[in-house]
């Protein structure tokens, strides 16, 4: 191998470790993403369970009124 072709092949070589060293940062900014997006989710879901909770709750309150207005208006 002559010198232009041994320094061509260590430049390649520096490149693809550079590209190299780029993928994996960008690869860990993705699994961030992923993880903060899934946090996120997680929060989204809570809050919407607890807001079904909430209305089923009062869904059983209003119930339990309209059942006690009916048993007083046929008292009258």
């Not at 092949?9 to 940062?25: G, N, P, V």
């Not at 996120?40 to 209003?62: K, P, T, W």
């Amino acid at each position: 191998m002559t010198d232009d072709e041994i320094t061509a092949l260590a430049d390649h070589i520096t490149t693809l470790e550079s590209d190299l060293a780029q993928a994996r940062r960008r690869i860990r900014d993705l699994e961030a993403a992923v993880e903060e997006s899934r946090a996120r989710e997680a929060a989204h879901d809570a809050a919407v369970q607890d807001r079904i909770a909430r209305l089923i709750e009062h869904q059983q309150r209003r119930r339990v009124e309209g059942e006690q207005v009916l048993r007083n208006s046929s008292d009258w």
